[in-house]
């Protein structure tokens, strides 16, 4: 038996309300945002860990991690802050952030 050790990588993305491409700016994104789009979530995330490795940047109000008609995680999900300083946060803190995954495998 042997331990394998892999790096997870999971990028932050903040989601706005929808503006036509006609009306867009150029790099004008919304600046006061509290939900987070999380992308390069390991299946092995739960709702709970997510939702615990964020709280620590700010008050998270929901969780959610988007799941297959299976059950399995999608590798997605959303992380809703109370306040949009607390989502603003999460992103320059948290976003390219490193998970480090432990997986017990055998031969």
């Known amino acids: 038996m042997y331990l394998m050790i892999e790096q997870l990588h999971f990028y932050l993305r903040h989601v706005c309300k929808f503006v036509k491409k006609t009306e867009r700016t150029a790099a004008a994104p919304c600046e006061v945002f509290t939900n987070l789009y999380v992308k390069n979530l390991d ?3 739960t709702e709970d860990g997510l939702k615990d490795m964020f709280s620590v940047v700010g008050d998270v ?3 959610a991690i988007m799941m297959d ?10 992380v809703n802050f109370k306040s949009p300083d607390d989502a603003k946060k999460a992103v320059d803190v948290m976003n390219g952030s490193v998970i480090g995954k432990l997986k017990a495998s055998s031969s």
């Open 43 to 45: 299946e092995t995330i």
């Open 69 to 78: 008609h299976e059950g399995k995680s999608k590798h997605f999900g959303f």
């Open 61 to 63: 109000s929901s969780v």
